[in-house]
Nanobody, 129 residues
């Protein structure tokens, strides 16, 4: 069993930065791929970024490439999402997700809410123009 708790959301202006963090509990964290998804009002949940179990591979949706960076620290059971140059269209609830064991990040990008193993409760990110 893995439990995920996100933090770091908030209200910022366009062009600002935010860093989201997700702390995981459970012994199997280090074997799971971790990812971030987001859901804007009235829209489906969408993939943002994912990282492999050992941090050696990452994958991003096109709209955040070059602006967002996902990282993990298995010693601290944490995964982070550094978000730079934020845009109003980045406004959404951001969810931490875990799937595994050993799910490739590219595979996580294709998964839906129904087949991801674990979800956090979400953290709101609002970017004003």
């Amino acid at each position: 069993q893995v439990q995920l708790v996100e933090s770091g959301g908030g209200l910022v202006q366009a062009g600002d930065s935010l860093r989201l963090s997700c702390v995981a509990s459970g012994r199997t964290f280090s074997t799971y791929a971790m990812g971030w998804f987001r859901q804007a009002p009235g829209q489906a949940r969408e993939f943002v970024a994912a990282i492999s179990w050992n941090g050696g591979s990452t994958y991003y949706t096109d709209s955040v490439k070059g602006r967002f960076t996902i990282s993990r620290d298995n010693a601290k059971n944490t995964v982070s999402l550094q978000m730079n140059s934020l845009k109003p269209e980045d406004t959404a609830v951001y969810y931490c997700a875990a799937d595994g064991p050993l799910t490739p990040p590219q595979t996580m990008a294709l998964m839906t809410s129904k087949n991801i193993d674990y979800w956090g409760q979400g953290t709101q990110v609002t970017v004003s123009s």
